[in-house]
């Protein structure tokens, strides 16, 4: 089982005939990706629309990549603008548990030891418990990050380890083998270490053997989830980027169950 992004193309518009490539080329899972950066609000039809994709193509939804938005920013130090923020990650949670899925990855953008964030994180708190999700915060400053851990327990924050960001950084693995009880969701994708890239995996210089061993002996129990795009990956054609990306991800997976 592998999962992969729904905006490997584009993360805006008509989302069916990327849910029905995916679908057609092996895949069970999807992250959900789309609108990941915006303010964009899904309504309940949406909502349906998309279960009804999902039931129709035979896929599931391993996660969902929440928004801190741009105007409705939960980590604003303005509040109508936290409290709007808050507003929209409601939304997600909701969207995801209606979807049968359990976990909300964020972005913390600014200071993640800020005081809004933290104010956010308990408004957030009952009502994420309520529908049964986990709020994963992707991998950025991790002295922060573990700060939060610290204080929110496991069974409502945890990690999200981007391996291209890791890879942007020195110690990308060395934190996470240190956080590696907290992970509860990837995105995996490989870069050169110069940009977050997002390309297949094994194609740049990510540690893919150590990623693998660390993966294994982590909280993390869910399948390969790969966050990968066609732009920086020297694939035109849809059909052979997917064949690509479902082939690098087998290749991990069989990695992973070595060293379990």
């Known amino acids: 089982m592998l999962s992969v992004t729904t905006d490997y193309a584009r993360d805006t518009g008509d989302p069916a005939p990327y849910l029905k490539s995916i679908a057609d080329h092996g895949f069970t899972y ?17 909502t349906e629309q998309i279960k009804e994709w999902l039931d129709e193509y035979g896929l599931k939804l391993l996660d969902l990549h ?9 980590a604003s130090s303005q509040e109508y603008q936290r409290l709007s923020g808050v507003e929209l990650v409601k939304n997600r949670i909701e969207m995801t548990a209606y979807l049968s899925a359990d976990v909300v990855i964020m972005h913390v953008p600014g200071d993640p030891d800020s005081i809004a964030i933290r104010k956010s994180l308990d408004e957030l708190e009952p009502f994420a418990r309520e529908h049964n999700v986990r709020i994963a915060i992707e991998n950025g400053e991790f002295a922060a990050i573990s700060k939060l851990f610290s204080e929110y327990a496991p069974d409502y924050l945890g990690l999200c380890y981007d391996s291209g960001h890791g890879n942007m950084i020195s110690d990308g693995l060395d934190n996470l083998e240190k956080l590696k009880d907290r992970l509860i969701s990837v995105h995996l994708h490989d870069n050169n270490g110069s940009g977050d890239q997002h390309n297949p995996l094994f194609s740049g210089t990510v540690n893919w053997d150590r990623l693998a061993k660390i993966m294994a002996s982590s909280a993390y129990d869910k399948c390969v989830s790969m966050e990968v795009t066609m732009g920086n990956s020297g694939f035109e054609d849809e059909d052979l980027f997917l064949d690509k990306v479902f082939e690098t991800g087998t290749e991990l997976s069989e990695m992973i169950d070595k060293y379990i």
């Open 66 to 74: 929440g928004s801190a938005g741009k105007e409705k920013n939960w």
């Open 30 to 46: 999807i992250h959900w990706c789309h609108h990941w950066n915006t303010d964009f609000i899904y309504s309940k039809w949406e």
